[in-house]
């Protein structure tokens, strides 16, 4: 019954987004021509603060990793960067509020009261009017208490949040999303409320259950349809890891029928040495344990500087030697701060449609760009213990997820912890996707990895996953011998002149034996007979 | 490859080659010693024949008395042998203290001929030739100044050179005097005693021929006679002595038990300045008698110019080319990729080296000692190094004396 | 018409002459090499375009610590390019501690002071600094000169106080003096070191006062970098020739007290101070010394408790700009990092003859290198191009670099030579029981030894990176030791006894 009404309800926002998508263009058309093409399709992402050091910090990472797992492409900017007429160009702005005290400048607040592109607001009592109106807005601080929130199938129990206003009122057409139950008095109120392409969400804090809560909304704002999937994805994979641990991580898997994604650490130098032999057959092994690479993000040194410009050579380099050793990388990992670097999304990304983007709040930047790259498919990455925070409000999910999921795991530091995150992987329930059953695609100026429907290819060959890598050179030259001349002439005088000087040492050994018995008998025994002196 | 290379394994063989030969002549040398060891000298004839032993002298004051005191006491009859000191050209007393002998001795057969500048004064050969003048010997026996021979020596060289005809003459041994004074001269004593083993009882035993070493050996008359005397032209009037015996068909026989103890130089700079005498002198004679090596006549002593030639240009030149090579490459000038022998045979060859030379010293009373093992150790790795120089440096003085024209005149060891 | 010309010739020379005399009446060579150094020195540091040296991003932990920042707005884009001769002064509270590491901090603090006092408390110029260490550097020349041709003829004196003018007075030397390494102080007290031993040696001066100089050249020697503590031991081991100079109970009591202060300084700035063998170095002594070269990396790696797949990260720098790990990683701390030290690595080498070799003969290549490359000596506001380098009086770092042979064979065959050369007069003063005359070749030998400890150490500390700048003290102790050579053989001094006593006549020293 909740499938059936959730198809039509699906139906009835394309429609409405048509119908709003006309409405938007058609009245001004002046405006859309004169707004750089560019920033068409982008949202623009406004906050008052990062909120540093309060339980919201991190909350404008988390939208905009959000909005990238949409594949929406976001330029973010705090309140007092705002340069006026920025906003003309946007037809979707998100504003995250963070510090009630902290308020929009002038000019932003009347840009705001004149802009009516879609709108998403998390947090505040201030909105721009045609907003609150549309949405029947009626806010009441909430009371210092211990708050639950449920979306989807889950709960959680959200610590007291400061300045958090429950949404006491919509319009009869907004579209509830979620509920947040205050524990002292039992009221139910709505995580957020939509209608029109406008939206407000109560709160955001990163690590916590308001993500996924906050996904719902922003599927529906960004018109998001399709399946999405849950991914188990295993980051901190480094040559320098435990790759027996890996190889026994990848056969537990593959007996619960979990099909996984491996991100692995790229190497840019040494790469014929046995010890990336035995990296490259670890990667093998996953993949033929059901397993999917992905490529991470390298270290970047803080000395780093964006006239650099060896990361592209380098990536594609690491691309094209796991092609070359039978292995498929199907995408990338990297932190969000990767897509906002401009050098990093050029030269290090644009070979992938996948992305997984994970946080990475001290990411080293080293040429800071306004836009976010986007991806075709970019799954939301969450660590996987953050899931096991949200109670289950039953045994299986049976909610389609809002967006693509990665549940993160680190590659594990012992075989128990393992145990433990196997077992709980399989206890959670989840359909798990295989990322290969999607269709993806790596491709450098050499070659084409693509996946689909579950088969791997390389330059449009499919891929053997089962075949054997090569054996591991037990007697690898690392440093090449050097070149000598006379090699063979010499061996033979080496040993021919051994066999002489052995044999003269064994008559000198006679001699001596011979000499000594006659120096005894002659000058210790008689005393010196004629060499008296 | 590079011409470095082949450079270099030229050197090698060369060095390599020498080696060997030499390990042929310890052993011949030793089967020499164990053969003789236990034969009796041969007895004197009857009449012992009339012995002249002549004694060059320049400025040896230190050392001269001592040295005729002792020919003095030799155990050979004293009315058949006389003794001639020519005490050529010296600015010091040493006229005084032979004259003080003389008186002393005034029984003896002590003859002193004094030479100034115009009579004299042109090195040991001229000197001999004066002396050789006033001989009456039928035998000639020389002494260097600064030996102290045993009373025995003479008596056993006359036996032996008058045992067979076919002598021409008879080298006895000489051992250091002072072998503890010095580290230097402990290195002589063994350099000396092993050379002798190896190379003067080796070669006898090969090849019938050893090499004059200068002092305590005795010759035939005659054989003086026919050759002219000595070369004023030749430092080392001993190896052409020797050249000249070879080619007149007789032998040269080591009797190493007629011993004399000679006085080494004690500081590296005396030694190196008599050495590279010696070596430029042997130079000299290699390059006169080097047509011999094409003669028939002479193919008994080919070996022997072969040996000089081996050691005093083969060697020498193919140490200074492999270490100048490893000098400039180690500088990084030049480049060779020449393969090695293996570390294992270079440390066979040192050992070989060592126990070689042990066991030739082992043939001597008070030298079978660990530290004499040592001594030779260290003597590898420094006196063994040294000699390449001297030989270098007796080489270059050598060409610069052809080119400058030098006079042959004493080269004096200084005496302590 | 040539007769008047000859007069005239005749007569200059008659002129030149009456100079010379006057000159020497009144300026000793030492007198003079010291004016010309200090005359090219000032015209170098203090004159238009000035001359200094870039920061390489090491200043940073020196001028914190001491109270002086970087008030250039563009400091970061200057790094390496430019020489900076103005900073600022902290008016405040110095987050950045106040801990004396260094004896380098003695000299910026004096600096500090006077700067405040003379100039300006709010901006430091690096100038005044400068101006110490340059008068220092005067004294040391002095001092070096005077020990070397006291008692010689006046014409081979001049000529070798013209050579000392000419290698000292070099700008790839002075230029230091305008810059936060400690490599200037290492260079002055070098200096101090060898001439206050030869002076004793010499007996030229006071004997208590030029030991005083040994040993507190020494101490500031061995504590201007942590590197330098083992150096102190060494000193303390050699300098017991100069104790052995004199038989008298207050001078030994005095010369073993300095020892022995020494000695325990050393060990102690070794042992006390937090150990600054850091990551980047640690990074470098494995990834740049132990593995490229090694045969079996992984075999290395295991040999001290690593796991061999780290030989992935052979011959990478620690500023690689896209890298498999972060190098400051946790990871990296608990595997890596925290499993060998300095001693570990020693004891590689130690047991690797053939590698150590290896990394010798890459160390020799730039072991005669005084100036570092790539580092510029000019300020922005000489309009000179980033990281332009002086040629003001550096001919002879010019010629060192380009001329000389790049390897450790040339090293070892330089030590061979040298101490061939001193061995003989040693032996005879060991021989004959001259104490004074014993001194010198020990001397000469400690500054050898320290030069090449300076290479091992620096081998082993951080491979074959920022070899140039880590191997300045062979840079100095090559200089230092030839130059007493050459002076030595100029004078005839080499093989016989140097006179010592003021009685010598210095007739008897000609040769």
């Given at each position: 019954m909740r499938k059936s009404f959730s198809i039509a309800r699906t139906a009835m926002l394309i429609v409405l987004a048509f119908a709003l998508a006309y409405a938007s263009v058609s009245p001004c058309p002046a405006a859309a021509e004169s707004a750089p093409p560019a920033a068409a399709g982008q949202v623009l992402l406004l906050y008052d603060s990062l909120a540093l050091s309060t339980v919201r910090q991190g909350n404008v990472e988390t939208i905009e990793r959000l909005l990238a797992a949409y594949g929406a492409r976001v330029v973010a900017m705090a309140f007092d960067r705002y340069t006026a007429g920025t906003l003309k160009s946007y037809s979707r702005v998100v504003v995250v509020r963070n510090a009630p005290d902290l308020s929009a400048n002038d000019t932003l607040a009347s840009e705001l009261a004149a802009y009516d592109g879609d709108y998403l607001q998390i947090g505040g009592q201030t909105l721009p009017d045609r907003v609150r109106a549309r949405l029947g807005l009626k806010l009441t601080p909430a009371p210092p208490d211990m708050i639950r929130i449920e979306a989807g199938d889950y709960g959680q129990a959200l610590s007291t949040v400061a300045d958090l206003d429950f949404i006491a009122g919509t319009s009869a057409d907004a579209k509830r999303y979620g509920t947040l139950t205050s524990m002292s008095d039992g009221r139910r109120m709505p995580y957020a409320a939509a209608a029109g392409g406008y939206a407000y969400a109560s709160c955001l804090s990163a690590g916590g259950l308001t993500e996924l809560a906050l996904a719902y909304v922003l599927k529906d704002w960004l018109h998001a349809a399709g399946d999405f999937g849950a991914y188990v994805l295993i980051k901190?994979?480094?040559?320098?890891?435990d790759l027996a641990l890996l190889k026994t991580l990848a056969d537990k898997l593959y007996d619960a029928g979990v099909p996984f994604v491996i991100s692995v650490k790229p190497v840019?130098?040494?790469?014929?040495?046995p010890a990336m032999q035995r990296y490259l057959q670890a990667m093998q092994y996953v993949q033929s344990r059901n397993g999917s690479i992905i490529v991470d993000a390298p270290a970047v040194a803080a000395t780093s500087t964006a006239a650099d410009g060896s990361l592209r050579g380098k990536m594609s380099g690491f691309i094209e030697l796991l092609a070359d050793n039978g292995i498929a990388p199907l995408g990338m990992g990297a932190g969000l701060s990767w897509a906002y670097d401009q050098i990093y999304a050029s030269e290090g990304m644009s070979f992938f449609d996948s992305v997984f983007l994970g946080p990475d709040p001290q990411g080293q930047q080293v040429q800071p760009g306004g836009t976010s790259a986007a991806f075709a498919f970019s799954p939301y990455v969450m660590p996987f213990a953050q899931l096991q925070d949200f109670e289950r409000r039953s045994i299986a999910p049976h909610t389609p997820l809002p967006l693509n999921l990665a549940f993160s795991f680190d590659l594990f530091r012992d075989a128990a912890s393992m145990e433990d995150a196997v077992d709980a992987i399989a206890r959670s329930w989840i359909p798990f996707s295989d990322l290969k059953n999607g269709a993806h695609a790596v491709r450098t100026d050499r070659l084409t990895v693509q996946s689909s429907d579950g088969s791997l290819l390389i330059d449009g060959k499919p891929l053997d996953i089962d075949k054997k890598g090569r054996e591991v050179d037990a007697d690898y030259a690392y440093t090449a011998a050097p070149k000598t001349s006379f090699t063979k002439l010499f061996g033979v005088q080496n040993r021919i002149l051994m066999v002489i000087i052995g044999l003269s040492l064994a008559v000198f050994g006679l001699f001596f034996f011979i000499g000594y018995r006659r120096y005894r008998r002659k000058f210790l025994y008689r005393g010196g007979s004629h060499d008296a002196f | 490859m590079t011409p470095f290379d082949i450079l270099m394994l030229i050197s090698v063989i060369c060095i390599w080659s020498l080696l060997l030969v030499n390990v042929v002549l310890i052993v011949a040398g030793y089967l020499f010693y164990l053969q003789t060891d236990r034969e009796p000298v041969p007895a004197l004839p009857e009449l012992p024949p009339f012995v002249s032993i002549m004694v060059p002298a320049h400025n040896e004051g230190k050392v001269i008395v001592k040295t005729v005191e002792s020919l003095l006491a030799l155990?050979?009859?004293?009315?058949r042998y006389e003794i001639i000191v020519?005490?050529?050209?010296?600015?010091?007393n040493s006229s005084e203290l032979l004259s003080g002998l003389q008186r002393r001795y005034a029984g003896r057969n002590l003859i002193v001929i004094n030479t100034d500048k115009t009579t004299g004064g042109k090195g040991k050969s001229n000197a001999l030739n004066i002396g050789f003048a006033q001989s009456k010997g039928e035998l000639i026996a020389i002494y260097d100044a600064d030996n102290t021979p045993e009373k025995t020596a003479l008596t056993y060289l006359v036996a032996e050179i008058m045992a067979d005809d076919r002598l021409g003459a008879v080298i006895g041994k000489f051992r250091t005097r002072n072998r503890n004074a010095s580290l230097l001269t402990r290195f002589i004593n063994i350099e000396t005693l092993s050379f002798q083993w190896m190379a003067q009882a080796g070669r006898w035993k090969l090849f019938k021929l050893c090499t004059i070493p200068g002092t305590n050996f005795i010759m035939r008359r005659h054989i003086i006679e026919e050759i002219g005397g000595w070369d004023v032209k030749a430092i080392a009037e001993d190896t052409e002595i020797s050249f000249r015996i070879y080619m007149m068909g007789y032998r040269i026989k080591f009797q190493p038990k007629s011993v004399t103890w000679e006085q080494e130089p004690q500081t590296v700079s005396v030694w190196f300045k008599q050495r590279s005498r010696w070596a430029k002198g042997n130079v000299y004679v290699i390059v006169k008698n080097f047509p011999l090596l094409f003669n028939r006549s002479a193919a008994r002593i080919r070996f022997d110019i072969l040996y000089f030639v081996a050691i005093y240009f083969l060697l020498v030149s193919s140490l200074i080319v492999s270490d100048l090579l490893l000098i400039l490459h180690a500088l990084g000038y030049v480049k060779t990729t020449i393969a090695g022998f293996s570390s294992f045979l270079w440390l066979l060859a040192i050992t070989l080296f060592v126990v070689g030379t042990y066991i030739t010293l082992i043939?001597?009373?008070?030298?079978?000692?660990?530290s004499n093992l040592w001594l030779i150790m260290l003597m590898y790795v420094t006196y063994c190094q040294l000699w390449m120089v001297v030989a270098a440096y007796g080489l270059y003085n050598y060409f610069k004396d052809l080119v400058f024209k030098r006079e042959v005149k004493w080269y004096k060891t200084e005496r302590f | 018409m040539n007769q008047p010309e000859s007069a005239n010739t005749g007569a200059i020379a008659a002129y030149l002459k009456r100079i010379f005399t006057a000159a020497t009446r009144y300026a000793s060579p030492s007198l003079l090499a010291a004016a010309a150094v200090l005359a090219i020195s000032a015209a170098a540091l203090f004159v238009k375009p000035y001359i200094g040296m870039a920061d390489n991003g090491d200043y940073f932990r020196v001028l914190y610590s001491n109270g002086i920042y970087f008030n250039a707005p563009d400091y970061a884009s200057q790094y390496f390019g430019y020489f900076i001769k103005h900073y600022g002064i902290f008016q405040y509270f110095n987050e950045n501690g106040a801990t004396l590491s260094s004896s380098q901090s003695l000299f910026i603090r004096t600096a500090l002071q006077l700067n405040i006092w003379l100039l300006n408390a709010r901006t430091f110029d690096i100038r005044i600094q400068a101006a110490i260490y340059l008068i220092l550097y005067t004294v040391a020349v002095y001092m070096l000169v005077e020990a070397l041709t006291w008692g010689a003829p006046a014409k081979r004196g001049y000529t070798i106080a013209s050579i000392a003018v000419f290698l000292f007075g070099d700008t790839a030397y002075t230029a230091y003096f305008n810059s936060f390494y400690s490599e200037a102080l290492m260079l002055v007290m070098s200096l101090f070191v060898l001439a206050s031993g030869l002076l004793i040696y010499r007996r030229r001066f006071n004997d208590y006062a030029m030991l005083a100089v040994f040993v507190v050249s020494s101490l500031l020697l061995v504590t201007s970098k942590q590197q330098n503590a083992p150096l102190g031991i060494l000193i303390a081991l050699f300098g017991i020739c100069v104790l052995l100079a004199r038989t008298d109970r207050p001078y030994r009591l005095s010369a073993a007290g300095g020892l022995a202060l020494l000695c325990v300084v050393s060990i102690a700035s070794y042992v006390l101070i937090p150990q600054e063998f850091v990551n980047i170095n640690k990074y470098h002594a494995m990834t740049r010394g132990v593995l490229p070269d090694s045969s079996n990396p992984e075999k290395s790696l295991e040999g001290m408790g690593i796991n061999g797949q780290y030989s992935l990260l052979s011959g990478t720098i620690y500023y690689e700009p896209y890298t498999t790990i972060d190098v400051n990683s946790n990871q990296m701390l608990t595997e890596f990092y925290g499993k060998f030290g300095f001693g570990k690595v020693l004891a590689y080498y130690a047991t690797h003859p053939g590698q150590a070799g290896r990394m010798l003969n890459l160390a020799a290549k730039d072991a005669f290198t005084t100036r570092p490359e790539a580092m510029g000596n000019y300020e922005k506001s000489a309009g000179l191009a980033f990281g332009a380098q002086t040629h003001f009086f550096s001919v002879y770092s010019t010629l060192k670099k380009t001329l000389t042979p790049k390897t450790f064979g040339f090293i070892f065959l330089w030590l061979i030579i040298v101490v061939g050369l001193y061995l003989p007069s040693f032996v005879t003063a060991v021989r004959t029981k001259n104490r004074r005359q014993a001194v010198r070749l020990p001397l000469l030998l400690m500054m050898i030894l320290l030069g090449l400890a300076g290479i091992a150490i620096s081998i082993v500390g951080a491979g074959d990176a920022d070899l140039a700048k880590h191997e300045f003290m062979f840079t100095i102790a090559f200089d230092l030791v030839t130059f007493t050579t050459v002076s030595d053989a100029l004078l005839g001094r080499l093989w016989r006894n140097v006179p010592l006593r003021p009685g010598a006549a210095p007739a008897a020293t000609a040769v």
């Open positions: 901190e994979v480094y040559p320098f890891s840019f130098y040494n790469t014929s040495y | 155990n050979y009859p004293h009315d020519i005490n050529d050209n010296s600015s010091d043939t001597e009373k008070g030298e079978m000692k660990l | -």
